[in-house]
Nanobody
Framework: QVQLVESGGGLVQPGGSLRLSCLASGISFSNYETTWYRQAPGKERELVAF?????????TYADTVKGRFTISRDKGKNTVHLQMNSLKPEDTATYYC????????????WGQGTQVTVAS
């Protein structure tokens, strides 16, 4: 059974930092493209950051987070992190981890989400 479990969310003041983690069981991130999405109340889910499967390690970011967020993979722990710095109130959302196999696109998994609230 495949599971993605996000952690690391919470309440932080503007300008602060958080590191989100997505731990996978049942799959290896080495074979999956991994994406962090977020969804704020009343808004559509949006892509935040992407990292390709091992071998590519291509990363892309939404313009709204470029230069502030960093996505990375810890191969030994089968975990993908999202380091979020200089947080703004508009970063408040539920953050979701998605893993999709680089070749078999139907192998597509989501975590349950972790809440990030940026407020003073």
């Amino acid at each position: 059974q495949v599971q993605l479990v996000e952690s690391g969310g919470g309440l932080v003041q503007p300008g602060g930092s958080l590191r989100l983690s997505c731990l996978a069981s049942g799959i290896s991130f080495s074979n999956y493209e991994t994406t962090w999405y977020r969804q704020a109340p009343g808004k559509e889910r949006e892509l935040v950051a992407f990292i390709s499967e091992t071998g590519g390690d291509t990363t892309t970011y939404a313009d709204t987070v470029k230069g502030r967020f960093t996505i990375s993979r810890d191969k030994g722990k089968n975990t993908v992190h999202l380091q979020m710095n200089s947080l703004k109130p508009e970063d408040t959302a539920t953050y979701y981890c998605n893993a999709r196999h680089w070749a078999s696109r139907s192998l597509d998994y989501w975590g349950q989400g972790t809440q990030v609230t940026v407020a003073s």
